[in-house]
């Protein structure tokens, strides 16, 4: 067969990691290879002159290459069939889809190989099997963690459940009401995180961290830090008596700093372990080591606090990991322009979540801040107070840090369906309050979601095309200035409570889990996943797989399914006893043999 | 009535200078930090709109693109880097080439080469016919001023004022043509003349002031401009009007220090710009189409030229102050014959008018009662 190897790329930069002259010198000198041409970036090719190029060179496949060259499939098919040959015969080597920029030129060249020789990448570069052991080891249990622990735990596997919180449960247990549906995120979550804490599969390890990871696919040796949490899980009855007796107090990470939690603490009613904790940051006995207070142990009616308690490295011996680390919000100080930490009355989504969660700190009331004077240090500040007032009107901002070229490029995806989902919780809880959506583009891609939003305009909220620019404060009151596009006019609304929809970003630490498992990361920082269509719960690593919102935004039905999906692809090896070979140690030249070999037959 | 597209047009405005419109994805951030987009007027997504859809009658129609004065904060927010800024600084000189009947503006804003050869085509013939006219008429390049002159200022002063009367039939030509596109053709607009005196205060205004300019949040680029301006004002105020006395032997102080203040305001502010035009130290300077350059040097020529006359003739060496003499107008003659009605620089009349009519226009869209929808009534034949 005479080839001929297009190069196009899609972007300016190009393919990170991948140097074009290596793959286009490599390709050259592959055996039935006539030409090989770099286009540039994005070209605008004219099908009569790319006939001519194929006559000429006589050539009957064409492989085009690049980061996305499914977008100049059309132009060569059909030049390919105005000079007379096989339109069939057009193969696309995507870099992206087998790999993506963080496996190199190597496995860029192997693509292009595979597509030269006609046989399909996946089948070439199949890893062998390996011998695996049966325990599984996932990372994070929110709500991807504690479905796929639950689905392999059934199954009568083995199943180490990491969490980094004092609690399982991730976001999902902070959230008030699910999307489209507006049932009640607990009543979904806490059965499942009590199962969870009771399956004698399931080895809980909560306040915990994955401090190193070695050995091989099938074959993991996992060294975990348990972090002193200095209250004994199993003897604690959670009767509450350390938190009432503690003198200090910190920002509550389970209600996003919108509240205060003593030093001891459980990070709420329902959490699993249903045991308390012990905050040596924000600790009076360990920041005057040991000289002052240590009235919690003192009165605790058990016993079970245990103030000389030191971190702990356990091991375990696993064949598979589960990557279910979940995401971070968008830091929404960096927008400055919507005052986020200047202005009192703007939050960003997962505040108001708390807020609006009937186990939050205002019980569940939407209401403003109110200025009061600290007694001690003689200063005004914004106190959150369950009797303030209720806000006249609320602003929900979409896009905050999403589809941003100065933020993040990506799509966060589930901030127009949780931003629908907040309006209609105003509504439903303050009837005569007004209430603003602004938005670029309304994104209701799933099942029942498009309604949703209608029934949201239906409710009376004002759903304005147009993410708004600025919040000012003119007089004390709050004002949003923005462009109502489909109205085609410019609007000021005053708002007494402004909400930002941040978009998701990848976890903190999920940079180190990274290089832990060698596992790759997409430009973006999410997870690479092995093949973005066929393979989306395995990676490059064998024996390690990705579930949930640390592979890409997702939301809840999203996450569940593909947590599923991944207990499937786990049980399958353990039931077998053997699991498949990391794919990123097949050499080029092993793809490349293969490859012949499967082409010959 | 029928609308027109044209598909081609935001290929035609890349000439120009709007080379990322296609980026915009209409989240309009732009018209909300933009001090200016105040009801009717919106921009600068709408024109983008315009654009993108090709709407080219609408965009020859509008007012908008005189009412933005480009500091740049729309492109700085943009989330797609479409550059809204540059997008309203294309349409200037769209508008600016759509305006002129002779077509010489479109040509400029199409070559930049077209422009420079035309420039200096210009400076040329300016050069031969002033040498000419000296020789002929038996002027003595050694003498500055008197009778003997090689360049007598009261034969340049009636350079002056005929080229005065040419230009200003030129740009009210094409002003007018600019009140027809924008207000005059349009039959939804009631303005009576009454209305256009009452809103007249806003020509002067704006043109001295330039107070619009100061609500831009970035308070330099407003300042950088007033100066410029005012300088050139005072220059043109006394080579109009003092010409002899600026070119006389002695120094009279209550003329010359108008001069000098002027000549300072020039040079400082050109220079500053050029730097940052070089630099792109600002939004506003970070593109530069070729027309701006020529403008630019054209701008610095003149002025640097200018005080360095005067400086040689107050030295004493009248044959050097002759020759840059020829080369100061040299770079006047294509400066203001070129620049004024066909390029950058007409915008010291469009932009005030722009205001001026947005104003009118305002006032004067007249309400079209909604009409009742008709249904369409099919006639059909009765069969049998």
Known sequence: ??????????????????????????????????????????????????????????????????????????????????????????????????????????????????????????????????????????????????????????????????????????????????????????????????????????????????????????????????????????????????????????????????????????????????????????????????????????????????????????????????????????????????????????????????????????????????????????????????????????????????????????????????????????????????????????????????????????????????????????????????????????????????????????????????????????ADGWFSELDYNSDPTDTERGGVFVAGACQAPKDIPDTVAQASAVAAGVLKSVNTGRGLDSRAELSLSDIEARARSLART | MAIRVNPKLIDELEVYGAEDVQNCYHCGNCSAVCPFSENPYIFPRRPMRNLQMGLEDKLKGSLEPWLCYYCGECSEECPRGAEPGETMMSLRRWLTAKYDFSGISRLFYRSGKIELLAVIGAALLTALGFVLWAVLRGGSIYSYDGPNAFLPAESIHIFDWVLAGVLLVLLLTNCTRMWWFTMGRDKTLNASVGLYLKKLYALPLHFITQKRYAKCEKKRPWAVHLVLMLSYLIMLVLIMFFLAGMSASTIDWRLHVFGYIATVGLLGTTIFALRGRIKKSEPLYAHSHETDWIFLILLIVVAFTGILQHILHRAGLDAAANLVYIIHLMGVVPMLALEVPFSKWSHLAYRPLGMYFSLVRADAVRRVPEEAAQPVIVTQRVVG
């Open chain 1, 1 to 522: 067969m005479r080839t001929g190897v297009f190069i196009v790329q899609g972007w300016e930069a190009g393919p990170e990691g991948i140097n074009l002259h290596s793959v286009e010198s490599y390709a050259a000198n592959l055996p039935s290879v006539e030409t090989v041409r770099n286009l540039g970036v994005r070209p605008k090719l004219d099908p009569d002159t790319l006939s001519d190029e194929i006559k000429k060179g006589a050539l009957d496949r064409i492989v085009i290459a690049g980061d996305s060259p499914g977008f100049f499939k059309p132009v060569f098919t059909k030049a390919m069939a105005l000079a007379g040959g096989d339109p069939d015969e057009v193969r696309l080597a995507s870099f992206r889809q087998h790999g993506g920029s963080g496996m190199g030129t190597p496995r860029a060249e192997s693509v292009v190989a595979c597509a030269v020789l006609g046989v399909p990448f996946p089948l070439a570069a199949r890893p062998g099997t390996t011998a695996t052991r049966p325990g599984t080891l996932i990372i994070g249990a929110g709500v991807a963690g504690i479905q796929a622990a639950l689905e392999i735990a059934d199954a009568g596997k083995q199943v180490y459940l990491v969490e980094r919180q004092a609690t399982i449960g991730g976001h999902m247990a902070m959230f008030d009401k699910t999307f489209p549906t507006l049932d009640c995120a607990a009543c979904i979550l806490t059965p499942k995180m009590v199962a969870v804490g009771q399956h004698e599969m399931i080895e809980l390890m909560t306040y915990c961290e994955v401090e190193d990871i070695s050995g091989s696919p099938g074959n993991y040796k996992v060294r975990v830090r348990k972090k002193a949490r200095h209250v004994d899980i199993e003897s604690c009855v959670a009767c509450n008596a350390c938190t009432e007796s503690c003198p200090r107090k910190a920002p509550s990470e389970f209600d996003n700093g919108i509240a205060l939690r003593k030093s001891i603490f459980i990070p709420f009613p329902q959490a699993v372990p249903n045991a308390y904790v012990l905050d040596e940051a924000s600790c009076l006995y360990f920041e005057t080591n040991g000289e002052k207070c240590g009235v919690c142990a003192k009165k605790c009616p058990k016993q079970c606090v245990d103030l000389a308690q030191k971190d702990e490295i356990v091991e375990r011996e696993v064949g598979n990991i589960i990557m279910a680390i979940g995401y971070d919000v968008y830091d929404a100080t960096k927008i400055e322009r919507y005052g986020y930490g200047v202005l009192p009355n703007v939050l960003t989504a997962l505040e108001f979540e708390r807020m609006t969660n009937a186990s939050g700190p205002t019980g569940g009331k939407i209401v403003t801040k109110t200025r009061r004077q600290n007694k001690r240090t003689k200063e005004d500040e914004w106190v959150l107070d369950p009797d303030g007032p209720p806000p006249k009107s609320v602003a929900i901002i979409h896009c905050v840090g999403s589809r941003d070229a100065q933020h993040n490029a990506y799509c966060s995806r589930v901030c127009c369906m949780y931003s629908l989902k907040f309006a209609h919780l105003v509504k439903e809880k303050l009837p005569d309050a007004t209430c603003y959506e602004f938005y670029i583009d309304m994104r209701a891609f799933g099942k029942g979601y498009e309604e949703f939003a209608e029934r949201i305009v239906a409710e009376g909220t004002f759903v304005v095309r147009g993410r708004t620019a600025r919040i000012t404060q003119v007089d004390g009151q709050m004002v949003i200035k923005g462009e109502d596009i489909v109205s085609d006019r410019m609007i000021d609304s005053p708002v007494d409570m402004a909400i930002l929809a941040v978009g998701l970003v990848p976890a903190k630490g999920s940079e180190r889990i990274a290089q832990m498992l060698g596992v790759g990361r997409d």
